[in-house]
């Protein structure tokens, strides 16, 4: 920058004399102004380099990861939970798995972890667990950093569908008549990383501009300080505390999985008790949850009828609640179990036998078909499954290419790109005024 200031009122100044030479300096500015970004566009680089290489890259889809710790004891059916509301309806589905296991040669088990579903994928890698339930946004992660198979899906008691959509839910008095005025808004999520609640709403906002991407804290995730700088006030739990918004749930200071406003019927219940303006949760809660639905729950403070509710569409328009094939951000694969790669074929076989069987067992369709659990494992009011044994990616279908998206947002470096962009740029525009300048000077020269 100084040689350039230098450059510049050395020309201005410039004598007759020194004419010959002029017309070399914006050549020379610009090597010199490249040479000094270097050092700033290598960290870029490198990270793009490395995105590209990364496991994330579609790429890497057509060759299944190598299973790096085998081994699961087949002996032993062990689920893990990352909620003590999973814990208790874990315990109580082994009980009537059990009762209709044919086979005495495992043992049924759940087992929780205190760290997140992250924590029940490493245990399933390493062979401490063999199934666990995962939510839309985090069966990619499940598959491509810890090598799990998706075996069976959920699907839908309420359509019969094997997929399920994210909606944006308002009062119907605070319908915005642009998505951009959500800005300034209170928002409530199921929580952070989850399908309906965070990767399809926040990736769309995000895509279309109508959030600006925020990248100024390096330690922190960019779709998080979005977020931030986009609503007032937001709940979206995170099972790691430090990826966790609280500043709209019930209970601010805990920020856990506990907390009333948490998956679900968590964030519509935090829109009904106006600790905040829109929820972004599935499809089918509003009908579910709201006055007069089947786990409508009169200990929500302020429950009005679904007619009260609206949801947001993507074209700004809004639409009823029972509207969310049409009205929605994109859909999510139904809750999947899944395994390590190296489980054997027969425990698939023996295991699906089981749930076969399980789905039309009545103690079984009772206990899922309430809507006692939460979380990202056993959702509510969701009791059928059945077998899957196609790929991640078409299990994910377009959510796939919204997980890469929002992938991107967070691992682009933009505080370096957008600086170096912004500083080579400007070398070459103040090189190029430059460089005019010395043409007009140049002929102003000729023509005296
Ligand atoms: C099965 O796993 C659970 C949890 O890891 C453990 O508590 C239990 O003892 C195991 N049972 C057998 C028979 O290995
Ligand atoms: C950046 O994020 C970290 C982690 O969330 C936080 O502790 C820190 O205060 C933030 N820094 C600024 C300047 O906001
Ligand atoms: C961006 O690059 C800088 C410099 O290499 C690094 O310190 C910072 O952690 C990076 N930020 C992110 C979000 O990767
Ligand atoms: C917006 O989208 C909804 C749902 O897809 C649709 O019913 C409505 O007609 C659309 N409105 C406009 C103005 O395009
Ligand atoms: C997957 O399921 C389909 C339909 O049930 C079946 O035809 C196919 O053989 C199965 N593929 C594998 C690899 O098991
Ligand atoms: C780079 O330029 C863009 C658009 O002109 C601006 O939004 C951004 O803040 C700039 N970045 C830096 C680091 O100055």
């Known amino acids: 920058m100084a040689l350039l200031l230098l450059a510049l009122s050395s020309a201005m100044m410039g004598s007759p004399s020194l004419y010959t030479g002029f017309s070399l300096w914006p050549f020379l500015i610009i090597i010199l102004c490249h040479l000094l970004l270097l050092p700033l566009f290598h960290p870029l680089q490198h990270k793009l380099a490395a995105a590209q290489t990364s496991p994330s890259s579609p790429s890497a889809l057509s060759s299944p990861p190598a299973a790096s710790i085998a081994g699961t004891k087949p002996q032993n059916w062990t689920w893990c939970v990352d909620s003590a509301d999973n814990l208790a309806l874990c315990q109580q589905m082994i009980k009537i798995l059990v009762s209709i296991d044919p086979n005495t040669d495992h043992a049924h088990s759940c087992v929780r972890t205190l760290e997140g579903d992250e924590a029940c994928m490493e245990m399933i890698r390493n062979g401490e667990a063999m199934f666990s ?145 829109i929820a972004f949760t599935k499809g089918t809660i509003p009908s579910l949850f709201a006055e007069g639905g089947i786990f409508a729950d009169t200990s929500w403070e302020n429950l009005q009828p679904p007619s009260h509710y609206k949801l947001v569409c993507p074209n700004s328009s809004c639409a009823d609640v029972d509207q969310y094939k049409s009205c929605n951000f994109g859909s999510a694969p139904g809750h999947t179990i899944m395994v390590s790669n190296q489980l054997d074929k027969s425990h698939i076989e023996a295991f699906h036998n089981v749930m076969d069987d399980a789905v039309t067992n009545a103690a079984y369709v009772k206990l899922f078909s309430s809507a006692s659990s939460s979380g990202s494992g056993f959702a509510s009011g969701v009791s059928r499954s059945s077998a899957y044994n196609g790929t991640v990616q078409e299990l994910l279908g377009h959510l796939y290419q919204t997980i890469l998206d929002l992938d991107h947002f967070n691992s682009l470096n933009s505080t370096s790109l957008s600086s170096s962009s912004n500083s080579s740029s400007l070398c070459t525009a103040l090189s190029i005024v430059l460089l005019w300048w010395m043409i007009f000077f140049n002929s102003k020269f000729l023509c005296t």
């Open 133 to 277: 339930v995962f939510d839309g946004g985090e069966i990619w992660e499940a598959y491509n950093l810890y090598n799990l198979i998706p075996i069976r899906t959920q699907h839908s008691d309420i359509d019969g569908s094997p997929r399920y959509y994210g909606v944006g839910v308002v009062r119907a008095g605070g319908c915005p008549s642009s998505l951009f005025q959500l800005r300034g808004k209170r928002s409530c999520h199921t929580g952070y990383g989850r399908a309906s609640g965070w990767t399809l709403p926040i990736t769309f906002l995000l895509n279309n501009k109508i959030m600006p991407l925020i990248t100024k804290n390096a330690s922190k995730m960019h779709d998080i300080q979005s977020v931030e700088a986009f609503f007032k006030k937001s709940c979206a739990i995170s099972e790691e505390s430090s990826n966790g918004i609280c500043t709209s749930c019930k209970i601010t200071s805990q920020c856990n999985d506990d907390d009333r406003y948490y998956s679900y019927a968590g964030a519509f219940r935090c829109l009904v008790e106006d600790s905040g303006d």
